[in-house]
């Protein structure tokens, strides 16, 4: 038995990817632009066994199994494999890895965040199999494309900091690829925290809300003709200069913009909700009493809140979240998860001039986190989701 076990990143985007050209291959309408936030509060695990013992292939998220004939997963599996097979041609060395790629395989994979809630779960937990799989058959060089088969937004997590995704003009996809902009280390004051509202299913899949858009909606046409290519070269000026004003109003403008896009589409798709809305106009008037923009915002497919700040932003930011949102069961301490933090007591002056309205247990809890690195291969033995016989240590 051959075993590999890899750790992946989430991916923010602050440029939006919405709409395919191709949906077998992945393709999108147009770049986008993602930040990694750090795996050690945000990742996907995933080991992967192959064996000639394995009588099936079978694979398992969150201690639950799943069906493996998923097409995205199959695409992944046979890309992989074919450039194995090209890798150990072209090398003189085809033999045992030849004759592995026809083993069955197990893949046990588990996310330390919600799956299933707009956190970008699918863009880590395929950056992490395909990683872990190019590890296991031995393929070097490029892979997000491969990861792109999987899920679009899964080539951005094959790299740490601050990514690019090619939309590419090439018609078999070569050329749709993640590039770095900047490295994790580039802006070493970023931070980000993520408001977890719900981590329930979302009504809409992103994959449906895609479709519907690109057959309905005119203002998506727009976006991706006339507004993206110029934010593209925006942000990556401000992220260049580390001009977090711009850098903020762009990631705002961009989030407001796709929920317009899913608003557009007929039946139009709410993936906001009144808290939701109510974090954004916390934002604002933060950003008014403070004189100048502090924090952003943005919001993928789902109504969890991601806002950007400086580092000496966040203890200010965090009081008035628990001001306004406070939990009534729980305490702050398990309120806030992720990097230390202590959080000072809202001030009266804060709170009297954004005068807003309380919504107390709204928000179930915060994950505090900063810019991060790209996929991880962890060899220690004890990182393992596969016991010594490829069947998962916890099932249920």
Known sequence: MHIVTCAAPVNIAIVKY?????????????SSLSVTLNPVQLRAKTTVAISREFDKSRM?????????????LQNVFREIKQRAYRCHSEKNNCGNREDMLNWHIHICSENNFPTSAGLASSAAGYSCLVSALAYLFGVDGEISDIARLGSGSACRSMYGGFVEWDMGRCN???????????????????????????????KTKSTEGMQKSVNTSELLKTRVERIVPHRINEIKEAIRDKDFDRFAEITMKESNQLHAVCLDTFPPIEYLTEV????????HRFNKLCGRTKVAYTFDAGPNACLFLLEEDVPRVLSLIRHFFRPVNSC???????????????TTDDVLTISMG?????????IYTNVGCGPQRLDDCDHSLLDEKGFPKRCR
């Open 18 to 30: 919405w709409g395919k050209r191709d949906e077998t291959l992945m393709l999108p309408l147009n």
């Open 60 to 72: 398992w998220l969150n201690s639950v199994e799943q069906n493996i004939d998923n097409p995205r």
């Open 172 to 202: 078999d996809g070569s050329d749709s690829v993640a590039r770095p902009v900047a490295s994790n280390e580039h802006w070493p004051e970023l931070r980000a925290l993520i408001l977890v509202v719900t981590d329930d299913n979302k």
């Open 276 to 283: 939701s809305r109510r974090i954004m106009n916390l934002v």
């Open 332 to 346: 702050f301490e398990s309120f806030i998860h992720g990097l230390p933090i202590e959080v000072p007591r809202v």
């Open 358 to 366: 309380i919504m107390p247990d709204t928000i179930q809890y915060v």
